[in-house]
């Protein structure tokens, strides 16, 4: 069964530049290389919701539990929160569409 990983944050004041090419250099690239396909990005404009709502999909649990228990995703975890915060993640069955 399909899965996704669903992440929350939001970035740092005054490190959205770093931030955003951290994102598209390192984040994404690793991410891929790890075999996880991103799926879902969202930006909040408005309201009292996390700044940003990512989603990652995996073809199985286990191999979600792989990568999330590897040192690789430690480290990557690691370099996000030097322009993030309140960092939050959650692994649903794969839908079609946004999750929350």
Known sequence: M??????????LPAK???YFEFMVRE???SIEKLGLEPSDAWF???G?????MAAI???????????LNSTDWQRLTEQLLDYVEELKLKVVEDRPGFQL
């Open 2 to 11: 399909a899965v996704k990983l669903l992440m929350t944050w939001d970035i």
């Open 16 to 18: 959205e530049q770093e």
């Open 27 to 29: 984040f994404i690239p």
């Open 44 to 46: 909040t404009v408005y």
């Open 48 to 52: 009292d919701q996390p700044q940003i």
């Open 57 to 67: 999909r995996s073809s199985t649990l286990s191999r979600l539990q792989q990568v």
